[in-house]
Nanobody
Framework: QVQLVESGGGLVQAGGSLTLSCAAS????????MGWYRQVRGKQRELVAT???????NYADSGKGRFTISRDNAKNTVYLRMNSLKPEDTAVYYC?????????WGQGTQVTVSS
């Protein structure tokens, strides 16, 4: 069973940048799509960005032009580079694969953007 550990969050001023990391305990090479999600307390978790094994990416409108997802299959790690951060980006960020892979959610990493 693959386990996911997110890190890299923190407190940053609006306009700042952060790079989140998601380390998997097992191989992610066989997982075609990995994604970053975020959740604000009291709201549903939303998809932020996805990346395929081959490197094709897709972004929610909220992050287009500001966020960059990448993955290093050799290191079993997925990254999310976030630039030009806004207060509305404040959330707990998680990574995961689609539900059919049955991977439990990690603890997430808190991102707080101050205005």
């Amino acid at each position: 069973q693959v386990q996911l550990v997110e890190s890299g969050g923190g407190l940053v001023q609006a306009g700042g940048s952060l790079t989140l990391s998601c380390a998997a305990s097992g191989s992610i090479f066989s997982i075609n799509v990995m994604g970053w999600y975020r959740q604000v307390r009291g709201k549903q978790r939303e998809l932020v960005a996805t990346i395929t094994r081959g490197g094709s990416t897709n972004y929610a409108d909220s992050g287009k032009g500001r966020f960059t997802i990448s993955r290093d299959n050799a290191k079993n790690t997925v990254y999310l580079r976030m630039n030009s951060l806004k207060p509305e980006d404040t959330a707990v960020y998680y990574c995961n694969a689609p539900p059919n892979y049955g991977i439990n959610w990690g603890q997430g990493t808190q991102v707080t953007v101050s205005s």
